[in-house]
């Protein structure tokens, strides 16, 4: 449902949602935990925070995603990355000190794609 709402640009609803679904994901036990999926709704998270010019809560989950072992990421991470990218190339973000230095970090990320990019199973 996050996604829907991230996309129709609905930030505050797909927060609520990736909130959520982090809280579930990260309760289960780590072998059963899906870590592709936990790291798309960081991406709808942080959409939501720089929406709303909140760039220090928006870094909080950048390098969850970014750190993300090339085992463990999904095809659809890189959509999810491309869209904070994106929205960090808006000129309104881009003046802003905080936004650069997340574009930094997401500069010349990809999701690895081949034998070790994991396909999503839901």
Partial sequence: MNKANSLLGDHQ????HATAALRQYSAGPDE???YG???LARTDLITARLTQGDFE???RHLPQIIGLP???????LSTGIHRVQSLLREPALRSVPA???LAELTRGYHVIQ???A???VR
């Fill in 99 to 101: 936004a650069r230095h």
């Fill in 70 to 76: 090339p085992a463990l990421q999904i095809r659809q």
């Fill in 57 to 59: 809560a928006a870094g």
């Fill in 32 to 34: 059963e935990r899906s």
């Fill in 118 to 120: 994991v396909p999503s």
């Fill in 13 to 16: 609803r797909a927060e609520y």
């Fill in 114 to 116: 081949g034998a070790n």
């Fill in 37 to 39: 999926d936990e790291a």
